[in-house]
């Protein structure tokens, strides 16, 4: 299943990097060369720090789900015909936080647990990091 | 003069019906809602020099002024982005009738909230993958009520929570708006059991626990101390402060980091007040858990105690911290917490049909916490 009706990212020059490393299949996080910190979403500061020398690393992919919610109505047009609809917070090795799905799940399995990350594309510009429930 | 503290008093209150499909604009409602105010607080048009706005209100201030053939007004401003202005625009109104801007501002209110652009449906809040929404739209998190749950389910996690907790909070505010007949939820109480058979929505949360969306335009007259007068029933504005926490910083939240939180600390401390001394609460409630988890915010219960507090009866009509006495957001109407000032205002004239007895003191917020007041009479 892609994610064609939900709107897609439009990258900008503060988070392009993170979209082009996606379609490589790397998922990559903002992290502070002054405070060590990682951040997310990308930002042209730390919001740690406020310092603007930052660079890119990869995620080790790993984390476990937060929280998580499952969309049982059509409240939005972008989801009639995708329900149950299940949105997952996921908690980084890194500390950072993604929102995301599953997707080797049903909705009625998902649990507070580990995840690792996989990549789906959605076009030739577009691959949205995913995860799936650690075997 | 360093704080706001009793500046500024609410004067006079507006409202019209709210319903589900007014067959009105919004500029109608809001020059009858304008004019109720006026009239309630002994004024004319004339005497009205000030408005201010919800960013995301429909009516310009100077349409509304050219309803009510007022010709020119000395002080206006607007507050956004979305709906947790209301309080916000209390204090920019306390602070231009308190250094001389303006004599009386009108604060208004008016939406077709469900006739028109439905907030709930995400068509208000969405930026179409644009920014950081680009880190949550493509995974169909579209519309604040799954925002809420995501929320919702980690307190459950983090401290026991359970959906009778939430429950409790949706059949409390259920009984109260069956006080009162304006609210659109009037006439139709509800059960636990109701609650728990009702359709789920966002799972944890069910209809019960959403906000009303609702077709509806209020406001009230905001004057300084020494205009305001016994005759117009002040209600005076003790203290007030606002709070916009930085984005989300990619750490998850801590549960000490919304609005509410921050603000705390100066809210009660310029009031010289502490929770204990509240006698009535208005919480902006888009969705019942945030009744919970503000309640913890600013001290009426310890952190993750919220669930127990109200499932304890605390926040009901006959506690000792009754919650939305209208009926709020979850059963009156959704109008972006401005219902939830007037409520209080209503409460602390004592005239409310849910009365608090010998209600003193009233707080009120707005959003998650993004401004608040502490009111007496």
């Known amino acids: ?135 | 003069m360093d704080s706001l503290k009793d500046q500024a008093a609410i004067v006079g209150i507006g409202e019209t019906v709210y319903n589900r499909d007014s067959g009105r604009t919004e500029l109608s409602m809001a020059v009858e809602a304008a004019k109720r105010a006026i009239a309630d607080a002994g004024l004319e048009p004339k005497d009205i020099d000030g408005m201010v706005k919800f960013t995301a209100d429909s009516t310009p201030q100077e349409e509304l002024a050219a309803c009510l053939g007022i010709p020119y007004l000395r002080y206006y401003g607007e507050l956004g982005p979305l709906g947790g202005a209301a309080c916000g625009l209390v204090i920019q109104a306390a602070m231009a009738v308190s250094r001389g801007m303006a004599n009386n501002v009108v604060v208004y209110r008016s939406v077709n909230g469900r006739s028109g652009q439905r907030y709930g449906s995400g068509v208000v809040t969405t930026r179409r993958g644009e920014g950081n929404s680009a880190f949550t739209e493509p995974y169909g998190l579209l519309v604040p009520g799954q925002s809420s749950a995501l929320r919702a389910r980690r307190h459950m996690h983090d401290f026991g929570t359970t959906e009778r907790h939430l429950g409790a909070v949706a059949v409390a505010l259920r009984k109260h708006a069956c006080l009162n007949p304006r609210a659109i939820m009037y006439g139709r109480p509800i059960t636990m059991e109701d609650y728990l058979n009702s359709k789920m929505f966002f799972d944890p949360l069910r209809i019960f626990d959403c906000a009303l969306e609702a077709d509806g335009a209020n406001a009230f007259v905001v004057t300084s101390v020494e205009r305001a007068t016994n005759k117009h029933r002040p209600v005076y504005i003790m203290s007030a402060a606002q709070a916009l926490p930085a984005a989300g910083r990619g750490h998850g939240h801590s549960w000490d980091d919304s609005g509410a939180s921050w603000l705390t600390p100066g809210l009660f401390g310029n009031a010289g007040v502490t929770p204990d001394d509240i006698d009535v609460i208005g919480f902006y409630d888009h969705f019942s858990p945030v009744i919970i988890t503000k309640l913890e915010d600013y001290g009426f219960c310890k952190r993750g105690e919220g669930g127990p507090f109200v499932a304890e009866g605390h926040i009901e009509l006959g506690g000792d911290k009754p919650v939305n006495t209208s009926g709020g957001h979850l059963s009156e109407a959704y109008l972006q917490g401005m219902n939830q000032i007037i409520e209080v205002v209503r409460q602390l004239r004592g005239e409310s049909p849910a009365q608090v007895e010998n209600a003193e003191l009233g707080l009120v917020d707005s959003g998650d916490g993004a401004g608040a007041l502490i009111l007496r009479r």
Not at chain 1, 35 to 40: A, E, L, M, N, P
Not at chain 1, 110 to 127: K, Q, S
């Open chain 1, 1 to 135: 299943m892609t994610a064609a009706h939900f709107p897609l990212p439009v990258p900008n020059l503060d988070n392009q990097e993170f979209f082009d490393k996606c379609r490589e299949h790397q998922l990559v996080l903002r992290r502070c060369r002054d405070c060590g910190r990682f951040s997310h979403p990308p930002r042209p500061n730390c919001p740690n720090c406020a310092s603007d020398n930052l660079e890119w690393v990869e995620s080790k992919g790993t984390g476990t789900v937060y929280s998580f919610t499952i969309t049982r109505q059509p409240v939005s047009r972008a989801l009639e015909g995708r329900l149950p609809w299940a949105v997952v917070e996921v908690e980084l090795a890194e500390g950072v936080h993604l929102i995301s799905n599953l997707v080797d799940c049903e909705p009625e399995e998902i649990e507070i647990g580990i995840v690792t990350v996989v990549f789906e594309e959605v076009n030739a510009e577009i691959t949205l990091p995913k995860f799936k429930r650690a075997s």
